[in-house]
């Protein structure tokens, strides 16, 4: 199985502060996610990568942007982070998407 | 456009089976999933099913039928542990997920 880890469990941030989460997995996989996950709205997918230096929209990127330099590591960027970005944000990598623990985002 | 339904809640009592029902309408399918996902933790992979028929793994099952566009899980001999969120995703056509918002299945004693 992949192992995938997110740098932070839980993190407090103030709104307009410029917000990095950082995404690891160990397996060499090509394909890494990103999702955020909202009562009542499931999972949604911010923007995925299938190799280094590369990027796709998925279906909410406004206010997010990515970042692949190396292929273990992919990274989700709030530019201005604002309180309707306070989320659950989980990273996968695989074809079958093995999630990291999460990072629990509050924006205030 | 993408879509999939899948009930809001359900209930079980410890031991029994209970079957969890998933239709979906995407594009570009390319294979159907099913996580479990305790409160507060990340969603972790049970199965996948890209041919209709059955999977069994242990007490856990998927079914799949691409021309009905229907699936389920069917989880057996149900424990206390197995109270959680059950989520359907569709492959898409990039190799990408498409989740339903989830089942939350009680399992009462």
């Known amino acids: 199985d992949v192992k995938v880890t997110q740098s932070s469990r839980y993190l407090v941030k103030r709104t307009g502060e410029k917000v990095f989460l950082e995404c690891v997995q160990d397996?060499?996989?090509?394909?890494m996610f990103w999702y955020r996950q909202d009562p009542g709205l499931g999972l949604r997918l911010i923007y995925f990568?299938?190799?280094?230096?590369?990027?796709e929209k998925g279906d909410i990127p406004e206010g997010y942007s990515v970042s692949r330099e190396k292929k273990e590591r992919f990274s989700l960027i709030l530019e201005s982070a604002s309180t309707n970005q306070t989320s659950m944000y989980l990273c996968?990598?695989?074809?079958?998407?093995?999630f990291g623990q999460g990072t629990r985002l509050t924006v205030v | 456009g993408q879509n999939i339904d899948q009930p809001t809640e359900m209930t079980a009592t410890e031991g029994a089976i209970v079957q969890i029902n998933c239709t979906y309408q995407?594009?570009?399918?390319?294979?159907l999933f099913w996580y479990q996902q305790h409160a507060g933790e990340a969603p972790t992979f049970l199965s996948y099913?890209?041919?209709?028929g059955l999977e069994e793994k242990g007490r856990f099952s998927s079914f799949l039928s691409r021309s009905k566009g229907y699936s389920y899980l069917l989880l057996k001999e149900l424990q206390m542990k197995d109270s959680a969120s059950y989520l359907c995703?569709?492959?898409?056509?990039?190799?990408?997920?498409?989740f339903g918002t989830g089942t939350r299945l009680t399992v009462i004693p």
């Open positions: 990568s299938y190799d280094v230096k590369m990027k």
């Open positions: 995703a569709s492959g898409g056509g990039a190799n990408n997920l498409f």
């Open positions: 995407t594009s570009g399918f390319n294979g």
């Open positions: 099913n890209v041919l209709d």
């Open positions: 397996m060499d996989h090509e394909n």
């Open positions: 996968a990598a695989g074809s079958f998407a093995f």
